[in-house]
């Protein structure tokens, strides 16, 4: 079975979370696959950059959480493998990428409302417990 892995940011500006609307029509968050030899933090870096236009990001020390999940690809059946960051950054300005047709700053309820699966609902409790702790 094919496997992917890719790395994602839960961003926030003080108190609100970027999510950005899918070509497909489900709101998440930054992410992508590895390229040659980068490192999470790099394809992070690149993926925001990329999708949103936001260069300057500031990852939480200590965050860093999981998912998994199948999907179909060409027919076939594919386990990507996701590693989220939780990072922050001053900028609020969007440039979306080919890849989304919207996005938002929202606030941690209406994020969790706006979230179209619940392991991104989860990964947002877990990301908002963490900073409050912090």
């Known amino acids: 079975m094919p496997q992917e892995h890719s790395v994602g940011i839960i961003l926030f500006n003080k108190d609100q979370y970027l999510l950005l609307r899918y070509v497909s029509g489900h709101w998440g968050y930054v992410k992508g696959n590895v390229e040659g030899n980068e ?9 925001l950059k990329e999708e949103t236009g936001i260069t300057t990001v500031f990852f939480v020390k200590g965050f860093l959480e999981s998912e998994g999940y199948f999907y179909k690809k060409e027919g076939n059946t594919v386990h990507k493998q996701v590693e989220y960051f939780l990072g922050e950054t001053q900028e609020t300005q ?32 877990k990301a908002e417990k963490f900073k409050k702790y912090q």
Not at 39 to 47: D, I, L, Q
């Open 94 to 125: 969007v440039t979306l990428s080919k890849e989304h047709k919207d996005f938002a700053w929202l606030s941690y309820q209406e994020a969790i409302n706006r979230l179209s699966f619940a392991a991104g609902k989860e990964l947002l409790q």
């Open 39 to 47: 490192t999470p933090e790099e394809t992070a870096r690149r993926e």
